[in-house]
């Protein structure tokens, strides 16, 4: 039997619920997939369901245009209505059992192992929310295994409905509602199957922002091991140039990605996202909290082969956002641990060029890890160990750059 895959979006969001089904096939077949909507145009269903073929898998036009879901009241301005299409999952899904996804969503793995899942009495099987205090018995309603059997002997989409008319003001959108109903009856899962990445960014928000809660939240958050098989953007969206959520590269990989690379299952040419773009010769950072930074674009320009990673505590001026103009560039604002961690990982060399003060004594740092500090006169913030030149002279250094890395 097909596996039923249920996903809910608007037309703005196209090109998401696309990535997110490029992802699903990437690593399963033999599949059902109901995209319940009130905008999408027929011919996207036509051109999918042929493509689809391919791979024993079809997919399922819910065109529900009769609805009051607008008018619901929505918990954050990332949220689209479309996350309300999911109450009306039993009255459509013929199957005895589907999985629910959300557009903001990629699968890096087999369904197989989920779907064996059993689900018994339980409405659904979950993921609980946020790994912080206070949220441990609530489940995200992101990706849910939902006993459809259940919903549509109980006739749930109608109770859903009254008490969203009745509480939507003050619950948190659906997931809210169906925590509500579903109360303790729903089966835990383990997290890798809705690894949530949005506290990365907003956790200093979330808990007491002291260094040790910090930490041990960050120790807590890193998966087990291998990839979760079900990443979740939740928070700052992977498409928007500036978030810092983790597993950036992955949401693009499958975005990325041919129909025809998944569907003829090609010998897989792309395994990573660096495949499909240039991968750079070298690393190299930049700390900040100045948007002063002697000679910096004659560096990107002339070091197009290095990745410069620029990473700042405030917001970033925008002299250094455009800077993203260059392919070889990353900018962080308000950098995390986990942004941070990413930069020094990869590490070849460092740039001491910016103006006023170094941060978190990172020549130091750099120095430790025995890679080599590369200096303007005017900027240079170490003592002793670094290569300092002048900066009317910037070909010098990009020369004894060069020498380093090829
Ligand atoms: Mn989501």
């Known amino acids: 039997m097909k596996k039923a895959i249920v996903l809910g979006a608007d037309n703005g969001y196209l090109n998401k619920l696309e990535t997110t089904i490029k992802s699903v096939c990437t690593h399963n077949r033999n599949l059902k997939f109901?995209?319940?909507?009130?905008?999408?145009?027929?011919?996207?269903?036509?051109?999918?369901?042929?493509?689809?073929?391919?791979?024993?898998?079809?997919?399922?036009?819910?065109?529900?245009s009769n609805h009051q879901l607008e008018g619901y009241h929505l918990p954050s301005a990332y949220l689209s209505y479309?996350?309300?299409?999911?109450?009306?999952?039993?009255?459509?899904?013929?199957?005895?059992?589907?999985?629910?996804?959300?557009?903001d969503i990629v699968v890096t793995h087999s369904l197989d192992e989920l779907f064996q899942e059993e689900l018994?009495?339980?409405?659904?099987?979950?993921?609980?929310?946020?790994?912080?205090?206070g949220y441990e018995n609530r489940f995200n309603s992101g990706m849910?295994?939902?006993n459809v059997s259940k919903w549509r002997q109980e006739n749930l989409s109608a109770k859903l409905i009254e008490l969203t008319n009745k509480h939507h003001q003050e619950v948190f959108g659906d997931q809210g509602i169906l925590n509500m109903v579903f109360g303790e009856n729903w089966k835990k899962l383990d997290r890798k199957y809705n690894f949530m990445v949005g506290l990365d960014s907003l956790i200093h928000i979330a808990v007491e922002a002291t260094p040790e809660a910090l930490s041990s939240w960050y120790n807590s958050a890193l998966p087990d091991d291998v990839l979760p098989y079900i990443i979740?953007?939740?928070?700052?969206?992977?498409?928007?140039?500036?978030s810092q959520n983790r597993y950036r590269d992955i949401w693009?990989?499958?975005?990325?990605?041919?129909?025809?690379?998944?569907?003829?299952?090609?010998?897989?040419?792309?395994?990573?996202?660096?495949?499909?773009?240039?991968?750079?010769?070298?690393?190299?950072?930049?700390?900040?909290?100045?948007?002063?930074?002697?000679q910096v674009e004659y560096l990107i320009e002339n070091l197009p082969d290095v990745h410069?990673?620029?990473?700042?505590?405030?917001?970033?001026?925008?002299?250094?956002?455009?800077?993203?103009?260059?392919?070889?560039?990353?900018?962080?604002?308000?950098?995390?641990?986990?942004?941070?961690?990413?930069?020094?990982?990869?590490?070849?060399?460092?740039?001491?060029?910016?103006?006023?003060?170094?941060?978190?004594?990172?020549?130091?740092?750099?120095?430790?890890?025995?890679?080599?500090?590369?200096?303007?006169?005017?900027?240079?913030?170490?003592?002793?160990?670094?290569?300092?030149?002048?900066?009317?002279?910037?070909?010098?250094?990009?020369?004894e750059i060069r020498k380093y890395i090829d």
């Not at 319940?36 to 391919?54: A, G, H, I």
């Not at 018994?120 to 790994?131: H, K, P």
């Not at 990989?253 to 010998?267: A, P, T, V, W």
Request: charged share 20%.
């Open 232 to 242: 979740h953007y939740t928070g700052e969206k992977p498409w928007l140039h500036m």
């Open 34 to 64: 109901y995209i319940f909507n009130d905008n999408l145009p027929s011919e996207w269903f036509q051109v999918m369901n042929r493509r689809l073929k391919v791979i024993d898998s079809e997919i399922v036009n819910v065109k529900i």
């Open 120 to 133: 018994g009495d339980y409405w659904i099987a979950g993921v609980r929310d946020y790994f912080v205090k």
């Open 308 to 399: 410069f990673s620029i990473l700042a505590h405030t917001w970033v001026a925008s002299n250094i956002i455009d800077l993203m103009r260059y392919p070889n560039v990353t900018v962080y604002q308000q950098y995390n641990r986990f942004s941070y961690d990413k930069v020094m990982k990869k590490l070849d060399f460092y740039l001491d060029i910016n103006y006023h003060d170094e941060i978190d004594d990172i020549t130091n740092v750099v120095m430790n890890m025995r890679k080599p500090v590369f200096s303007f006169s005017n900027t240079n913030h170490c003592n002793e160990g670094a290569q300092v030149f002048s900066p009317t002279d910037p070909d010098k250094m990009v020369q």
């Open 144 to 146: 849910m295994l939902i």
């Open 252 to 294: 693009w990989f499958y975005q990325g990605l041919d129909c025809s690379d998944i569907l003829l299952r090609k010998e897989r040419v792309f395994q990573t996202y660096q495949d499909l773009t240039v991968i750079p010769k070298a690393y190299t950072a930049i700390f900040t909290n100045s948007c002063e930074l002697e």
């Open 82 to 103: 479309a996350t309300f299409f999911k109450y009306f999952i039993a009255d459509f899904v013929v199957e005895e059992e589907a999985l629910y996804l959300n557009s």
